[in-house]
């Protein structure tokens, strides 16, 4: 049962009974095709972005200018900025020191308070798992970057799908890796690794719309999209709203 006190009681309970209506002790499951569970993972799995804070943290490290260009291009082309923000973040490093950065800017984010673990979603991923479903994140941030923090919620590196580039000569290149997971490319990239859409998937923007739509049950984290927020309500997904 989900019982953290962040979830409201009757979503918790929905929650709850839809992973048992599904998971392994129910009549119909399959072990060899499980019930898929998708989460985004910035602003859904964690609060706050782990992309934008190792952009900050570079910055500081050696002023560049990185995150005015980087607001300059979200404000001209948003899907062309997350682009560019990968190349930024990973091309030129190994995937090892990738995955360093990524845990630097968890320590400085819950150091200044900009990111934190969402216990509660930790709380229904563990619960899934249990219960023989296989949980994905889909992230339009880096695989690299966000494999380690993932694993704080028990995720292994293999099921994190994120924006993942080229490697060459232990190196990552800027050039990424089609379909890249944002917007319809989400789903696109879930099917490319399941076969199988998902039952269930977690997000909080209009760039995980798509992958919310194609499962069965949504959950909609709701920061200040209330267009999106109307949106979930009329198709009868769960809406929780953001909290600290």
């Known amino acids: 049962m989900i019982v953290h006190p962040r979830w409201p009681t009757t979503l918790a309970n929905d929650l709850s009974a839809m992973v048992h209506r599904y ?7 399959d072990p060899l095709a499980p019930p898929i569970a998708a989460f985004d993972f910035d602003d ?12 900050h943290l570079l910055e500081d490290e050696a002023p560049t200018g990185r995150v ?22 990973v091309a030129g490093r190994t995937p090892e020191q990738a995955r360093a950065l990524g845990l630097r800017a968890l320590d400085r984010g819950i150091a200044r308070g900009s990111l934190s673990l969402r216990d509660e979603m930790h709380e229904l991923i563990v619960l899934m798992q249990a219960h023989g479903w296989w949980v994905r994140v889909v992230t339009a941030s880096p695989t690299a970057l966000v494999q380690p923090v993932a694993a704080r919620y028990g995720i292994p590196p293999e099921h994190v799908l994120g924006m993942t580039s080229r490697i060459e000569g232990g190196r990552y290149l800027p050039e990424l890796l089609e379909p890249v997971p944002i917007a319809s490319g ?21 760039s ?20 999106l927020r109307d949106d979930a309500h009329r198709r009868g997904w769960w809406v929780m709203e953001d909290s600290p």
């Open 44 to 55: 859904t799995c964690i609060r706050g972005d782990i992309s934008h804070e190792a952009l």
């Open 68 to 89: 005015a260009h980087y607001r300059a291009g979200c404000e001209a082309d948003l899907y062309a900025a997350y682009r560019e923000l990968v190349h930024t973040l």
């Open 23 to 29: 998971g392994v002790d129910s009549e119909g499951f």
């Open 208 to 227: 995980d719309e798509a992958l919310m739509l194609a499962s069965r049950y949504a959950l909609l984290r709701h920061h200040h999209d209330t267009g």
């Open 186 to 206: 989400k789903h696109d990239v879930l099917l490319a690794h399941t076969q199988r859409p998902p039952l269930f998937a977690a997000g909080d923007s209009r």
